[in-house]
């Protein structure tokens, strides 16, 4: 998470108080991203629940297996939705953050300047980071609803369900090692920031 902070004594209108809003109005864009998360987490869990549901019956319960698998391609799809909104809080939040660039170029401070090119591009990283991640958990979910559509076929092999749960199982494992990135350049740039603000000489308190 991308920490609130409230600018207490300005500078006037000097860069870094325009860079500060900026910043603070990027925070203030994500928000509907973490709304997004938390939605997300629990359709995953109820997708799960389900799933293990459908592995504890026999194929002669093929109606309730399809029941089941129904309700996860539902839940997919409400997945897909919150993704898309989601993209579109990151996207935004990276147009605002990005009109900081040329105000660190006004910076006349050496040691200040350097702390936010630092900032800025470890910022920038998180971005990029976030958009691999979108793409990769999107390729899961296409995979994760190829196999739902497989699972209500009468005549499904084992051997071509086996290998489709271990092209989830790959690919899900690829958006845990994104997801992990991602979360170590938030880490890093609220640590950056933080800095960027005391060599700035920005007074700011800090919420939780």
Known sequence: MLGMVFL?????NSPETQIYNHLEEAVKLEEGFQEQQDEITKL?????????????????????????????LESIEKRDERISLEKESLD??????????ELIGEIKDEEVKEKALTMYDTMINRFDAYDILNKTYNESLELE????????????????LQEQVEKVNLKYQEVIEANSLFNDYTSEYNELKKNFYEVAEINVKYID
Do not use: T
């Open 8 to 12: 207490l004594a300005g500078c006037g």
């Open 92 to 101: 935004a939040s990276r147009a605002e953050f990005e009109q900081s660039k």
């Open 44 to 72: 995953e869990q109820e997708e799960q629940e389900l799933y293990k549901q459908i592995i504890e019956l026999g194929i002669e319960e093929l109606d309730q297996i399809k029941e089941f698998a129904e309700r996860a």
């Open 145 to 160: 609803k190829q196999l739902y559509e497989m699972l209500q076929r009468e005549d499904l092999e084992q051997e071509a």
